[in-house]
């Protein structure tokens, strides 16, 4: 063979085009090939041997076959359900080599095996841009519900800052303001989540210390739970060593958990604890969440850390949990919870203290290791 060559038809353009070329020897330039054995394989739907193509009378009259000056020439059909998806071609231009019909059999059969490959690529590509737009509808309807929740209680909050203010009565104000706010920390929390979520990331490893990293997550959520009359318990443990995580990811991880958490226990009677520790046999950082809320049955458990799954009606995203396990897979972790209804729910989070790729860790001013 002095050269072979494939062609494959472009959905779009209707147009043939090469997509591998192989010379038995370099030969720089475009490639080319002959219509007239092209057509013919198009109309007649069949494999081609040419012992001779410059004296064979079907081709004889084609220019690229006499420029070219082809001698023995095999052209298949890449044919998928009576369908041509392409062509496989090739020729040598030696006067003593000529191809036979074992060998023509030979890249026939070779032809229907690639269209059957072509064509499951095929359908692979739309089924995933299905898949890709019945996600989007699911994100959509999704987002749609709890974005008109938010944009409704900005709308009561800004109703009620303006009656304050044409009153000349600040208290009202400074109540619908609270509104306001509530539903912009919403907002910001929505997107927060949607940007980790759709993203593939490596986390930015940094030594860090876990508890500062839930220390300001309290700080956060301190007065939502104040608010609801619900106690923020904690239990940090005093040997905590600094190990590498990604300090805004593990912090969104905590931040989604702990609201859930404050959202899932009775007003006026609930309590959210949160302990570190650090286990020595593991060498991994665990931290757990556990609160006293009615929990979760064990139907909605197995469920829980699916995209867009909600125990909240309308009042949720179901994204806070799943960010939060692809956060913690990110960091070759493990996030677990274990629920039973009426018993309240406890998280446990998982971080290994060593992780595969440590060299470029960056040291954060401050911070020591305490192991």
Known sequence: VDRGFMLLRNETTGK????????????????????TIIKHILSKREGVLCTNAMTDKRFNKGDS????????????????????????HIDSSISNTSYTQEQLHLISAIGYQTGLAVQNVQLYLESVRVERLAATGQTVAAMSHYIKNILQGLQGGADTVELG????????????????????????????????????????????????????????????????????????????????????????????????AIEAVPANAGAVTLRTDFNESTQEAVITIGDNGPGISEEEVEKIFELFHSTKGHGGTGLGLAVAKKIVAEHNGDLDVVSHSGEGTLFTVRIPAEQPKTKNITKIPGVEDTQ
Request: charge should be positive; include cysteine.
């Open 16 to 35: 043939f085009e090469p997509v591998v070329v192989k010379y038995r020897t370099e030969k720089p330039g475009r490639i080319t090939t002959s219509n």
């Open 65 to 88: 076959v006499q420029g070219y000056g082809l001698r023995s020439v095999i052209c298949v059909p890449i044919i998928a359900r009576d369908k041509i998806l392409g062509i496989i």
């Open 165 to 260: 203010l044409r009153s000349n009565n600040l208290k009202i104000a400074e109540t619908g303001w609270i509104i306001v706010n509530r539903n912009l920390d919403k907002i910001q929390h929505l997107m927060l989540n949607m940007l980790a979520f759709s993203k593939e990331r490596k986390p930015r490893l940094e030594l860090m210390q876990i508890n500062s990293i839930v220390n300001d997550v309290l700080d956060l959520t301190r007065k939502r739970a104040d608010d609801r009359g619900v106690m923020l318990i904690t239990d940090l443990g005093d040997r905590m060593p600094a190990i590498p995580v990604d300090q805004d990811g593990i912090h969104q991880v905590i931040l989604n958990i702990v609201n859930n």
